[in-house]
């Protein structure tokens, strides 16, 4: 019998792995993909020194930013690893075959596809100096939309997924359901990618600072939720063997 | 239903709002604002200051949030 991890334990797997993942990818951003913000803080100066000569002090200076950083990682990580844990309470008793710690693999990555990778792929991360100010409200607002209909696309392909299983009582290898699964998801996704406008601010910074921003930006993104994913599987792997529930507290009767 | 998550107790349902309410918030901080979470305390200051948004600035920029 698979026993169901409680959510102390999900929780708690959840955080600790958000937080392993949150760290990792700060550590990474801060070598790798800091040097080419720097690049790019230093050009928008020069094209806004240029433009005009604005008195505007700097509240926030680079080194807190740099700190920033983590802080903001952390929160990412934070977040995302709590709303993963409310999903995975709610909805692992929907895939009974699954082990809790390959339901924790599969849905923390499909997680990080929907609301990371997937919505990179249309609005792809720009550098510091990209973003017009006067289109922020709209491009957020496409983002969070984005986000948003891709994990609904997401969850109603999980649950086209599990409704065929219900439909077909005599199991037969389980493949076709997947697949017919995948099949609303590509199409969904699809339709999702093209309906939606494209961000229209022109890209003024040179390609060699906006393309390496973009991989590292991706890169750390996959960092991010491969490292979310397996950690959380590893640490709830103890709570997903068979037979590892605690010993209830009073003996079951024996029949028989 | 009440169950036991180290030092505190409460109900199923509220852990899972009061966990959702929170992830929301935090996500909103680290991804949107723009000085209007901090107007609450710095009335219009916080838009011109925009303090959370400059904090979180190079990560919301890595993860590939919309920014400026």
């Known amino acids: 019998m ?3 991890p409680p959510i102390g334990s999900i929780l708690k797997a959840a955080v600790i792995g958000g937080l392993i993942a949150a760290l990792v990818v700060a550590v990474f951003n801060f070598f790798v993909t800091e040097p080419v913000i720097d690049r790019a ?10 433009q005009e000569a604005t008195g505007e002090t700097l509240l926030v200076d680079r080194d807190t930013q740099r700190v920033g950083l983590f802080v ?6 934070l977040a995302w690893a709590l709303l993963f844990a409310v999903v995975f309470h709610l909805t692992q008793g929907r895939f009974k075959t699954m082990r809790a710690s390959s339901y ?10 929907s609301v990371a990778v997937f ?9 510091p100096g990209v973003g017009d100010p006067e289109t922020i409200q709209y491009r957020q607002i496409l983002y969070l939309a984005f986000v ?8 109603v392909s999980l649950a086209v997924c599990r409704y065929l299983g219900r439909l ?8 076709p359901r997947w697949l017919m699964a995948a099949a609303v998801y590509v199409a969904s996704a699809a339709v999702l990618y093209t309906a939606m406008p494209a961000n229209t601010d022109p890209v003024h910074m040179p390609n060699d600072v906006v393309w390496p921003f973009r991989l590292l930006s991706l890169a750390g993104l996959g960092l991010f939720w491969t490292l979310f994913a397996g950690s959380f599987a590893w640490l709830i792997r103890a709570r997903s063997v068979p037979g590892a529930r605690r010993m209830p507290a009073v003996p079951r009767p024996q029949h028989l | 239903m009440t169950l036991q998550v180290p030092g505190l107790q409460m109900a199923k349902g509220q852990l899972l709002v009061g966990m ?5 918030l935090m996500l909103y901080v680290v991804a949107l604002d723009q000085g209007l979470l901090l107007s609450l305390v710095q009335g219009n200051l916080a838009f011109d200051q925009n303090l959370l948004h400059e904090i979180t600035h190079d990560a919301r920029h890595a993860a590939g949030f919309p920014c400026h």
């Open chain 1, 2 to 4: 698979q026993t169901r």
């Open chain 1, 41 to 50: 803080i230093a050009l928008e100066e020069l094209l806004r020194h240029v």
């Open chain 1, 72 to 77: 903001g990682f952390v929160l990412y990580g």
């Open chain 1, 104 to 113: 924790g693999l599969l849905l923390a990555l499909l997680m990080g596809w």
């Open chain 1, 119 to 127: 919505p990179f792929l249309k609005y792809p991360a720009n550098p």
């Open chain 1, 148 to 155: 948003m209909l891709s994990g609904v696309a997401t969850i």
């Open chain 1, 168 to 175: 077909t009582l005599r199991r037969h290898g389980g493949s």
């Open chain 2, 20 to 24: 959702s309410i929170l992830a929301l």
